[in-house]
């Protein structure tokens, strides 16, 4: 099983609101990834957590607040986005242990802020 | 942020016909990997190549690691389709962070 699960698939937001996009593998990975991808574009690497601690964070704007609860989950916080957000927003996750950091997706969400 | 040179940027061909596409880097990589994108999903891991030199497949998918480890090749043989969509090919050095190539647009025409 290599599967990656992200909610919601679509998401409608002003520039006001707070919203949480969430993330969930059950395949033991260790680390888990938070990508940006706009339209014809290779994703764009947010945030790292490996151990369930944040490793990684590529200077993303702090509208965007990132929470590893435990090793399964991986929740991305936004507030106060603004139009250039919009994106498809994905997830990944990788064993991370025995060299093996081949990264599995999950389906993304599409986020449109109006 | 750092890219990988991806070629073609896009293909139109004829269902049936084999395709080929490759990545080149300027620094060398330990592993390559190549995912699959369709319109508004996640990206989906194909192949995973380890070794310079080695040669994979996944059914009518076959991907090679240069010698060199600065490129990589991605061969579909009989195209359907299905095979619609955007490829990708990535890079690492058992680090977290993946460097992605430009990606190439695989358009099949029936």
């Known amino acids: 099983d290599t599967e990656v699960t992200q909610t919601p698939k679509h998401l409608v937001m002003g520039m006001t609101n707070k919203k949480s996009l969430k993330c969930e593998q059950h395949?033991?990975?260790?680390?888990m990834y938070w990508y940006k991808q706009k339209a014809k574009k290779p994703p764009e690497l947010m945030f790292v957590?490996?151990?369930?601690?944040?490793?990684i964070n590529e200077s993303v704007p702090s509208r965007f607040s990132p929470e590893c609860p435990n090793s399964s989950l991986l929740n991305l916080h936004l507030h106060a986005l603004q139009p250039e957000d919009s994106a498809l927003y994905l997830c990944?996750?990788?064993?991370?242990?025995?060299?093996?950091?081949?990264?599995?997706f999950g389906p993304g969400t599409r986020l449109t802020v109006t | 942020g750092q890219q990988l040179n991806q070629s073609p940027q896009s293909m139109f061909i004829q269902e049936g016909e084999d395709v080929s596409m490759n990545c080149t880097s300027s620094?060398?990589?330990?592993?390559w990997l190549w995912y699959k994108q369709d319109p508004g999903e996640g990206p989906v891991l194909l192949i995973a190549?380890?070794?310079?030199?080695e040669l994979t497949s996944n059914g009518r998918l076959t991907a090679q690691f240069g010698i060199t480890r600065k490129d990589s090749f991605l061969n579909i043989s009989a195209s359907i389709p299905s095979d619609v969509g955007i490829y990708f090919c990535?890079?690492?050095?058992?680090?977290?962070?993946?460097?992605f190539g430009t990606g190439t647009r695989l358009q099949v025409f029936p």
């Open positions: 990944a996750s990788s064993l991370r242990d025995r060299g093996i950091y081949e990264q599995y």
């Open positions: 395949m033991g990975h260790r680390a």
């Open positions: 957590y490996s151990y369930e601690k944040l490793s």
């Open positions: 620094s060398i990589f330990n592993t």
């Open positions: 190549l380890y070794k310079a030199g």
């Open positions: 990535a890079g690492h050095n058992n680090t977290d962070k993946l460097i």
